[in-house]
């Protein structure tokens, strides 16, 4: 569990970009810089219209390697009541960021409505953003 440091910093071997995660939250990351620029402002999860990352209770977080990716693990869940829980995980490779979010909850509790997944905020005037859907769900009309 990494919850004692304030950020986990990820930075390839070329040092050409760079990525930073929050220690104390499952989220994120906080921002992204590529060349000096930052591209990506925030990403975070939200439940609701008060509940975002910041609100999540951290079970755990960790960044580490494996077969020369970096990637970035976070396990929490938002308050009593709710009763819903939120695993992130984010692989960083050459030049691309992955994040996969599971959001389970208890089948006795209401579902949680509103929800936001790996919400970006970003920087500047883009010109294209491309957005994957899953294909069997959207194939399927859904």
């Excluded at 760079?18 to 975070?44: I, M, N």
């Excluded at 409505?113 to 905020?121: C, H, M, N, R, T």
Aim: with cysteine.
């Amino acid at each position: 569990m990494s919850l004692n440091k304030p950020n986990l910093p990820v930075i390839p071997r070329n040092q050409a970009w760079q990525a930073e995660h929050d220690s104390a939250c499952p989220g994120g990351p906080l921002g992204l810089t590529v060349a000096g620029q930052r591209l990506l402002k925030r990403c975070f999860n939200a439940c609701g219209h008060k509940l975002t990352d910041k609100q999540l209770l951290p079970e755990k977080t960790r960044l580490f390697r494996k077969a020369g990716t970096a990637i970035f693990e976070g396990i929490g869940h938002f308050p009593a009541g709710l009763e819903a829980a939120i695993r992130q995980t984010t692989r960083y490779d050459v030049n691309t960021a992955r994040t996969a979010v599971d959001l389970t909850w208890n089948e006795k509790a209401k579902a949680p409505g509103d929800i936001l997944i790996s919400a970006v905020e970003l920087t500047g005037h883009w010109q294209r953003c491309l957005v994957f859907p899953d294909f069997q769900a959207w194939a399927k009309g859904q």
